[in-house]
């Protein structure tokens, strides 16, 4: 059974930068087959991608986030990461970490972290 | 960017009853990028449809996705008490870009 587990601070200070990682489980983050990605949920609001990355190391973010994140990953720890730097108050939310095959010819994510609520202080 | 636009935003139906979700893209888009998810409070979205059409493992049949374009329905045909959450739907293009829309919440009348 695949998981996914988000890990980090919960609390970040306005202007820091805010890392999370995501251990993965039950599957080979190596495995040339997956997408692995990193969304989020402010309070009560949608979903919003933030970006993915492949086990080569290749990335693509959200052109609105783009100046601020980066995703990296670590095949030898089965893990993710995400640095998001200059954080604000609106970069308060859950953080999900989720899984897309991208073999398929679809796009969807299909399996999802439980989620970590991080939030920006000032 | 394209954007997703869902609606009704809410949506207050009693169990045994049919629901119809709708999902418009601002540009067409192909089905086989169209996800649909469910919310329920404290959870992580769940995958329920993808291709628009095809049911992820362990959905049952009571749920229903269609559409093509720009215009998508996700369709639950005898609501069970566990159907009540907050649906997503969610869209790939190539850029590459994935964007949810900002949710329809279905309630219990």
Known sequence: ?122 | EIVLTQSPGTLSLSPGERATLSCRASQSISSRYLAWYQQKPGQAPRLLMYGASSRATGIPDRFTGSGSGTDFTLTISTLEPEDFAVYYCQQYDSSPQYTFGQGTKLEIK
């Open chain 1, 1 to 122: 059974q695949v998981q996914l587990q988000e890990s980090g601070p919960g609390l970040v200070e306005s202007s820091q930068t805010l890392s999370l990682t995501c251990t993965v489980s039950g599957d080979s983050i190596g495995r040339n087959t997956y997408y692995w990605n990193w969304i989020r949920q402010p309070a009560g609001k949608g979903l919003e991608w933030i970006g993915r990355i492949y086990n080569s190391g290749s990335t693509n973010y959200n052109p609105s986030l783009k100046s601020r994140v980066t995703i990296s990953v670590d095949t030898s720890k089965n893990q993710f990461s995400l640095k998001l730097i200059s954080v604000t108050a609106a970069d308060t939310a859950v953080y999900y970490c989720a899984r897309l095959p991208y073999t398929t010819g679809y796009y969807y994510f299909d399996y999802w972290g439980q989620g970590t609520l991080v939030t920006v202080s000032s």
